[in-house]
């Protein structure tokens, strides 16, 4: 079945570092690809989307491309800061679903250092 | 603030004993999705409701129910609890297209002991 796979973490950084998060997922057909960001005890925000192949979804500085020949979907930031500071979840459309359940990964704790 | 309201916020209850968590979509949204966050299992799909009808079942116990009703709000029964049903409730709510992501609630966290 389709499943996604996330680096495991926790991540530490330092402020304004580079972020890599890397995330590849299986899937048959062509399913939209997603990242959510979960705060401290808060429910789950959308980040960014891509729904084909090369898309490039962005927010917040926050950037993800859909690689259908390596089907990867990394999420990359240029400089973190100490708000980045959460729980990130990769995620793909299930196509079997009537109306696209979401499967998703374990999810990567970030901790960004001031 | 999302947009989709889930009651309650916590939830300390008995083993055996039953619970209904309820979610309000946000505005126009005509899909409910509940899902399940544990340590162990991760974020597990558990039902989706569209304007009423259920369209997709995934790892939902038979101990597990759900419904929407014709205000759109669901609600999620958990029956003859378990320690293992300890975890995170989400309610998250879409439009009719699947691409343009969910948006979730803040979720109801269960504690059975």
């Known amino acids: 079945g389709d499943s996604v796979t996330q680096m495991e973490g926790p991540v530490t950084l330092s402020e304004e570092a580079f972020l890599t998060i890397n995330c590849t997922y299986t899937?048959?057909?062509?399913?939209?690809l997603f990242w959510y960001v979960q705060y401290p005890g808060e429910g789950l925000q959308l980040l960014l989307k891509?729904?084909?192949?090369?898309d490039k979804g962005s927010n917040k500085g926050f950037e993800a491309t859909y690689r259908k020949e390596t089907t990867s979907f990394h999420l990359e930031k240029g400089s973190v800061q100490v708000s980045d500071s959460a729980v990130y979840f990769c995620?793909?459309?299930?196509?079997?679903?009537?109306?696209?359940?979401?499967?998703f990964g374990k999810g990567t704790k970030l901790s960004v250092k001031p | 603030d999302s947009g989709v309201t889930q009651t309650p916020k916590h939830l300390i209850t008995a083993t055996g004993q039953r619970v209904t968590l309820r979610c309000s979509p946000r505005?126009?949204?005509?899909?409910v999705y509940w899902y399940q966050q544990s340590l162990d299992q991760g974020l597990q799909f558990l039902i989706q409701?569209?304007?009423?009808?259920?369209?997709a079942k995934g790892n939902i116990l038979e101990r597990f129910s759900a419904q929407q009703f014709p205000d759109l709000h669901s609600e999620l029964n958990l029956s003859s609890l378990e320690l293992g049903d300890s975890a995170l409730y989400f309610c998250?709510?879409?439009?009719?297209?699947?691409?343009?992501?969910?948006?979730f609630g803040s979720g109801t966290r269960l504690t059975v002991v």
């Open positions: 998250a709510s879409s439009e009719r297209d699947r691409n343009y992501g969910y948006t």
């Open positions: 505005s126009g949204d005509l899909s």
């Open positions: 899937a048959t057909g062509y399913p939209s």
């Open positions: 409701y569209y304007n009423g009808e259920e369209r």
């Open positions: 995620a793909l459309s299930d196509q079997r679903g009537s109306q696209g359940n979401l499967i």
């Open positions: 891509a729904t084909k192949a090369d």
